[in-house]
């Protein structure tokens, strides 16, 4: 078969995995990352040539240049397919993929999963369920929403990857307060009403507009919450059988089809409202999920979203079928905390359901597994319990952590 190349676009160190496979299938891989990650732990043995952006600012390149080298790779390479590691790289492959007439997801449609007002006006024309928001361009509209939409909001940025940025708004006057302060950059942002409940991830892989694989969880502590407030991640799968899992399946596939979905991994969140009991959607990404998600996923199917993804895009530019491994029913955990050692020590936690303990500086990170939903939760609140007590650090260290 053909060998095929691959141009993958990451502002973080990340799809090692996605890498690997690639090569493994018999392709080149391109790798075209920002400078100061040229130290990191790449999948070198898969990656055939490599390239560096400089930073503007954290996870920002200067787009036209971006253009302008790739204009100069593509003068001897022949690409044939643009692949975005992660949420920050939609817009940066989107963009190559338009300029240079390269098949994949365009600009349209990548708005739909990166930017939170077109997803959320696009999911509510779809008849899908939103938190009531609104875009804050336009002040008799602020107030008009202020005034008919009860306190508490929440002031989010359109194009961030996670809960940074997020801002609670309890009263009008703090309203404007905020808005005033961002200044020109006050059209980055929507205003939504803030509900409280339940917060759910679906992690999904998607072949010719056809979900082949869903993983439905449950956060444990809303990830909004841990940003802000410190704290320990916590998120665990559900059952295949229970109704939020089968409710989740339902409006994740609305979501994806509505938003034009063809190929590819998805990570999709939405909230049961306390008040109604109605499942929300909040946001999704045309990526894997982050904060070791994958081997949350892994843990509980043993289904690597990082390699089947590969195998799917493989498949696409190869004109192949696609089969993707039945999925084990397995029960799994994931909890990650800040500490303050740099390297944690993990004897105390070994146990028969704790499957892998994570390498992150100034973290400590453990994925538990069983068959067992009870035997999971309770591996995962003594570990809470543990480091809340012991190796908590709600200030950042010295040194900057690995996301």
């Known amino acids: ?93 989107a963009l190559i993929r338009e300029t240079f007439r390269i098949p994949g997801m365009g600009q349209t449609t ?28 336009n002040n008799d509209e602020v107030n008009a929403f202020a005034e008919t939409v009860p306190a508490p909001w929440v002031l ?68 909004m919450e841990v940003s802000h407030e410190g704290g320990v991640f916590r998120t665990k799968t559900l059952g295949a059988n229970s109704k939020d899992f089968i409710d989740l399946e339902e409006i994740n596939a609305k979501v994806l089809s509505s938003f034009g979905l063809l190929n590819g991994a998805t990570h999709t969140e939405f909230i049961r409202s306390k008040e109604d009991g109605q499942l929300y959607f909040l946001e999704t990404s045309s990526r894997v999920g982050g904060a070791h998600i994958p081997d949350l996923v892994e843990a509980s199917s043993s289904i690597n979203i990082w390699r089947e993804w590969a195998k799917i895009e493989d498949a696409l530019l190869k004109g192949k079928q696609y ?38 500086d100034y973290h400590v990170g453990i994925v538990y597994k069983s068959n067992n939903s009870v035997a999971v939760q309770e591996r995962l609140d003594s570990a809470a319990e543990k480091i809340h007590a012991e190796l908590l650090n709600i200030l950042p260290p010295k040194g900057k952590p690995t996301s």
């Open 156 to 223: 989010k940025p359109r194009s961030e990857a996670s809960a940074s940025g997020i801002k609670k708004i309890t009263s009008k006057e703090q309203l404007w307060e905020a808005l005033d302060t961002l200044g020109e950059e006050r059209h980055l942002f929507l205003l939504e009403s803030f509900k409280p409940g339940d917060v759910y991830h679906v992690d999904s892989l998607t072949f010719n507009q056809k979900i082949v694989f869903t993983s439905a969880s449950k956060y444990l502590a809303p990830p």
């Open 323 to 360: 089969q993707i491994s039945k999925s084990t029913g397995y029960y799994s955990g994931l909890i990650i905390a800040l500490i303050k050692d740099k390297e944690p020590d993990y004897n105390d936690f070994e146990c028969e359901e704790a499957v892998k303990f994570l390498p992150i």
């Open 1 to 93: 078969m053909e060998e095929k190349t691959i141009v993958c676009i990451s502002c973080y160190y990340k799809g090692y995995d996605f890498m690997d496979e690639m090569k493994k299938l018999g392709n080149k891989v391109i790798l075209i990352t920002s400078e100061n990650l040229k130290e990191k732990n790449w999948p070198w043995h898969s990656i055939d040539e490599t390239f560096y952006m400089p930073e503007i600012k954290p996870s920002v390149w200067n787009l036209e240049h971006l253009v302008q080298g790739f204009s100069h790779l593509m003068t001897t390479r022949k690409v044939h397919a643009v692949v975005a590691l992660d949420d920050y790289d939609v817009e940066k492959a």
């Open 110 to 137: 990548h708005r739909y999963f990166r930017d939170k007002l077109a997803m959320r006006q696009k999911a509510k024309d779809s008849g899908i369920n939103v938190p009531e928001f609104t875009a804050v361009f």
